[in-house]
């Protein structure tokens, strides 16, 4: 049997770790980090991720290993799964990072891994690539690990102490379906560990009695990452989930992974609406309630049976269902009703608040300053423009929806 070589390794497990969100990316295509004609082996396991500052750096994206001793009937890497397996030791990740990192291919390591042995056992070599890179080799790049929940509390205190960034798996948005698809997981240890993570990340923000400052502590944050489409929550209880999650964990995002059937998967729901665009609409919904003060109950009211439209992005199916509420006069508008505009964005509404304390707003100010006035157009009253009966028209949802495309042929 040939011995699996490290460019091997490289290409099963920057493939394997494509599952484990690490960007906002949704629903889009992936970039190519090598370029056309650049050695294909410099491409593999880099992505693109977001820092806190809002920076776009890129990440070596792999996964310490493909191997695992739970069987999660959602995942590829299930131990029942027939996939092509192999292991990095911690030297060859330090040694792939580092040999990346100094060739600028990227600003950082995105590490994550299934379970070999235990729990801790798992822990204990991502904690020491972390703590090998920062200590060993002055290694200041961003550093996301993915932490085990099942690992012994002081591992993942050290994670923290090493890596910019934490994250864990809340894996599905309902506890039973937790416990029906991932039996070796319990939804109260994954809660356990997240909360251990926000209160050490606390602590690390109060002085001592010294005065200094305590030690870093996953500066970043932590994120977590939930499964959509793998049981039968509906995007209302994903929501809710979400927003949960949020004010409990003060959680930096929640990822979204639109789970596809996989060969030999056991999670039988039929796909009845596309993975990819079911996804995308969360995100859009997750940012209305991050950023725009939706809550979740009034996104809910844009829905259909619990599920976000998917013709419409759900500003703009909300605004529809809720057209009592508009047209808004641009100049005296409260800033909580402007971000419900569909067309303003949070800087646009921003702008608007600065522009219009200097002078009135017309429809062409607004244009400048950001706002798509094509969506905007019905929810809005300006010198220049008004509405009229297109508020209330019963054609309006017809304006928005995506034009017909012709289905391929086979």
């Not at 929550?233 to 990822?255: E, F, P, W």
């Not at 809720?322 to 005296?332: E, G, I, M, S, W």
């Not at 949070?346 to 522009?355: C, G, H, N, S």
């Amino acid at each position: 049997m040939a011995r699996i070589t490290l460019q091997d390794k490289l290409a099963i497990l920057s493939d394997a770790a494509k599952y484990d969100a690490s960007c906002a990316s949704s629903g889009r295509g992936r970039r190519n980090a090598g370029g056309e004609g650049a050695d294909p082996t410099i491409g593999r396991g880099i992505c693109h991720a977001y820092t806190p500052d809002g920076r776009c750096i890129s990440l070596l994206k792999i996964l310490l290993t493909n191997f695992c001793i739970f069987d999660c009937s959602y995942c590829i890497n299930r131990v029942s799964s027939n996939v092509e397996r192999a292991r990095f030791s911690v030297e060859e990740v330090v040694t792939l990072t580092l040999e990346f990192f100094r060739r600028n291919y990227i600003e950082g390591l995105f590490l994550s891994s299934g379970i070999i042995q235990s729990p801790d056992h798992t822990m204990v070599e991502m904690v020491r690539i972390a703590r090998t890179l920062r200590l060993d080799h002055g290694f200041r790049g961003y550093i996301h690990l993915k932490t085990i929940p099942d690992a012994n509390p002081d591992l993942i205190r050290e994670a923290g102490l090493w890596a910019d960034r934490l994250s864990i798996n809340i894996e599905l948005p309902q506890d039973e379906s937790v416990r029906a698809l991932a039996p070796e997981k319990r939804p109260e240890t994954i809660r356990s560990a997240m909360a251990l993570v926000r209160l050490e990340g606390e602590a690390a923000q109060d002085k001592t009695l010294s005065g200094r400052k305590a030690a870093r502590f996953a500066p970043a944050g932590q994120s977590t990452q939930m499964i959509v489409g793998a049981d039968g929550a509906d995007d209302t209880a994903i929501l809710s989930t979400s927003s949960r999650l949020y004010t409990g964990y003060q959680l930096r995002r929640v990822y979204y992974s639109a789970f596809s059937p996989i060969p030999d998967a056991s999670p039988a729901l039929p796909l009845v609406r596309p993975p990819l665009l079911r996804e995308h609409r969360l995100y859009q919904a997750d940012w209305l309630l991050r950023f725009y003060g939706f809550s979740v109950e009034e996104i809910a009211t844009g829905t259909q049976g619990g599920y976000l439209d998917l013709e419409l992005d759900p500003k703009l199916a909300w605004a529809l269902r809720n057209r009592a509420d508009f047209p808004l006069d641009v100049n005296r508008a409260s800033r909580e009703m402007l971000l419900r505009v569909p067309g303003f964005g949070a800087r646009t509404v921003e702008r608007i608040l600065a522009a219009r304390s200097l002078h009135r707003l017309r429809f062409e100010d607004v244009a400048r300053l950001g706002a798509v006035m094509k969506k905007a157009q019905p929810f809005i009253v300006l010198p220049g423009w008004n509405p009229r009966g297109l508020t209330d028209s019963a054609l309006l949802r017809a304006r928005f929806k995506p034009a017909p495309k012709q289905p391929k042929l086979l």
